[in-house]
């Protein structure tokens, strides 16, 4: 976590860092199910794909393209980070998920709170903010409008 920093004063910042409290809680969920050779409880499940569908667009749309203008983020982080985001999503669509994935998460969660967060409050400038703002609101309109049905040969799936 990052209190040291104070960059839970930048709403954004702070926004996503309380995803990040409850996306670890789900998880931490998860992970005890599995422990326990219980199926994964569909309800948890299901809050977690749905809570980090809309936090990894948030960063991957929002936060990382500012930071990567800011030269704040390297081709190589970004890339990890985004695979990073793509091996946690394949992790729940097989509904696998035990400690070392609940470890793997919280390692990526710590990178992201103890330097990317700190990079955004020290390099952002307000036209970073505005956009952060504007991937932001389109992310959460993703909880209003319901996904369309999948066609043949495409997704309505934005990971
Ligand atoms: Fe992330
Ligand atoms: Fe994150």
New binding site residues.
């Given amino acids: 976590m990052c209190d040291h920093c104070g960059c839970r004063a930048y709403p954004r910042i702070a926004e996503?860092t309380a995803e990040?409290e409850e996306i670890l809680t789900l998880a931490w969920v998860l992970a005890e199910a599995e422990r326990a050779g219980e199926p994964l409880p569909a309800e948890e499940l299901a809050a977690l794909t749905r809570m980090l569908d809309i936090?990894v667009v948030k960063?991957e749309t929002g936060l990382y393209p500012e930071l990567v203008h800011r030269q704040d983020l390297s081709a190589s982080q970004l890339a990890e980070l985004e695979t990073e985001h793509e091996e946690i999503h394949q992790t729940l669509i097989l509904a696998h998920f035990g400690r070392r994935e609940y470890y793997a998460l919280a390692a990526h969660?710590e990178v992201?709170e103890s330097e990317l967060f700190p990079s955004a409050m020290f390099g952002f400038e307000d036209e970073d903010w505005e956009a952060l703002d504007v991937a932001f609101r389109a992310a959460d309109a993703m909880l209003v409008q319901p996904a369309q049905p999948a066609h043949h040969g495409s997704s309505t799936v934005p990971l």
Avoid: N, R
């Fill in positions: 996503l990040h936090h960063e969660i992201e």
